[in-house]
């Protein structure tokens, strides 16, 4: 299984962007996708995903600003993030488990300025 990213870029304050995460390879499983971030000198952190029942989740900082969606297949997702923020710069990385494993993607950087 590969994740490839797209959509990253830099942006002013208050503008908008359009993550892509696409999985490579997918089967019978289901893909459990979501979004993280990680700011330089900084942890990783939640972004936005799905419950099992399908509900999208969001972290508290981009409630609002964000919108998480899936293609029809589910072997892609979308980020779309809104009214972004300088606070809202960092790498950007798709996750899915798949399967019963866990991969990453390679990141998208995202700059606010």
């Known amino acids: 299984v590969q994740l490839v990213e797209s959509g990253g870029g830099s942006v002013q304050a208050g503008g908008s962007l359009r993550l892509s995460c696409a999985v490579s390879r997918y089967g019978y499983c289901r893909n459990d996708m979501s979004w993280y971030r990680q700011a330089p000198g900084e942890g990783r952190e939640f972004v936005s995903g799905?419950?099992?029942?399908?509900?999208?989740t969001y972290a508290d900082s981009v409630k609002g600003r964000f919108a998480i969606s899936q293609g029809y297949a589910k072997n892609t997702v979308y980020l779309q993030m809104s009214s972004l923020k300088p606070e809202d710069t960092a790498m950007y990385y798709c996750?899915?488990?798949?399967?019963?494993?866990?991969?990453w993607g390679q990141g998208t950087q995202v700059t606010v300025s």
């Open positions: 996750r899915t488990i798949t399967c019963g494993r866990l991969y």
């Open positions: 799905f419950d099992s029942d399908g509900t999208t």
